[in-house]
């Protein structure tokens, strides 16, 4: 395995390769890798034939009261992680080289971004979709692969793609969770005992949520207080949002009669999770 710092050696490893015929993949990460991590890459192993896995931790994507400076990095363990995975090259970029003096280019997608994590992190997607912007260009993948536990990432990744004319698919993979639910994250190292130990409940409300809607609730309302009722015992959670969805618009629906993602971001402590659920009912119901 390579590790290329550089972003033009980046792209002339790229270049070089895709002249020859070679399908790039690509897995963009902030490292800390865990997992959920894992299970992208080795689905992107199976498909592709070169393998970059990017670990850059974005600061644009920060807010400045945001965990910029505390988030977790092990680059050497991700490194390891990426040998074995049989990934070609680990492309580890520094904040200088990707935001030179003089940066400028500021790329928002408007629609899919304003709601739910946009509001409450007004400048969050910019800096994603931004960064995925710029690492698309850089690394030139043909197909890119993103997990679903950061639902509304996906859906501005699938946003830009199109409108930016990227000749590039977009895989989903499921969410990767712990034994007992948590989605897994980089942030979950975390949790405080106690907190680690009432995580889990924000995916059974999810579930809850899913089985009401699944089973025949058309009203949104309705599942919501169903989650609200499963999270509300717990004192030290606090909701951020808990939202039925379109799941392409991400606009909240006002009735439940097909497809719909649950959304939601809680609070334990001072660690925010953020985790969704698809419901698979097609149509009808109450
Ligand atoms: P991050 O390092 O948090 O920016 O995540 C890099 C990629 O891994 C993103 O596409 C995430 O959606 C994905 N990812 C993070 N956690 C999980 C998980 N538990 N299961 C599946 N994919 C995940």
């Known amino acids: 395995m390579r590790t290329i710092h550089s972003p033009s050696a980046m792209t002339a490893w790229s270049q070089r390769l895709r002249r020859e015929g070679v399908v790039i993949g690509f897995v963009p990460t902030m490292g800390a890798l865990h997992e959920g991590h894992r299970a992208l890459i080795r689905a992107a192993r199976l498909t592709c034939d070169a393998l970059v896995v990017s670990i850059f931790v974005n600061p644009t994507q920060f807010a400045p009261t945001e965990d910029l400076t505390t988030y977790p ?13 049989g990934v070609d090259v680990c492309f580890e970029p ?4 990707m935001y030179p003096k003089g940066f400028q280019t500021v790329v928002t997608v408007p629609s899919v971004a304003r709601r739910w994590e946009g509001e409450l992190r007004p400048h969050h997607f910019a800096g994603v979709a931004t960064v995925i912007t710029k690492l698309f260009g850089v690394v030139r993948p043909d197909i890119v692969w993103f997990g679903q536990k950061d639902f509304q ?4 990744v699938r946003q830009l793609v199109k409108d930016l004319n990227f000749n590039i698919r977009l895989v989903v993979r499921p969410t990767v969770r712990e034994r007992d639910g948590l989605a897994m994250s980089s942030r979950n190292v975390f949790l405080s005992t106690d907190e680690r130990r009432l995580a889990p409940v924000f995916y059974q409300a999810l579930l809850a949520g899913q089985r009401a809607a699944e089973t025949g609730v058309t009203d949104p309302e309705m599942v919501r207080a169903m989650m609200q009722n499963v999270l509300g015992g717990q004192p030290a959670i606090r909701i951020d949002y808990l939202a039925i969805c379109d799941p392409d618009t991400l606009e909240p629906l006002n009735r439940i009669d097909g497809q719909a993602v649950i959304l939601g971001a809680i609070r334990l402590g001072s660690v ?6 698809l419901t698979r009912r097609k149509s009808g119901g109450t």
């Open 73 to 85: 990095r092990r680059l050497s363990q991700d490194r390891a992680m990426c040998r074995e995975e």
């Open 153 to 156: 990432q996906c859906a501005v």
């Open 94 to 97: 520094t904040p200088a080289a």
């Open 272 to 277: 925010r999770l953020i985790d969704n659920v």
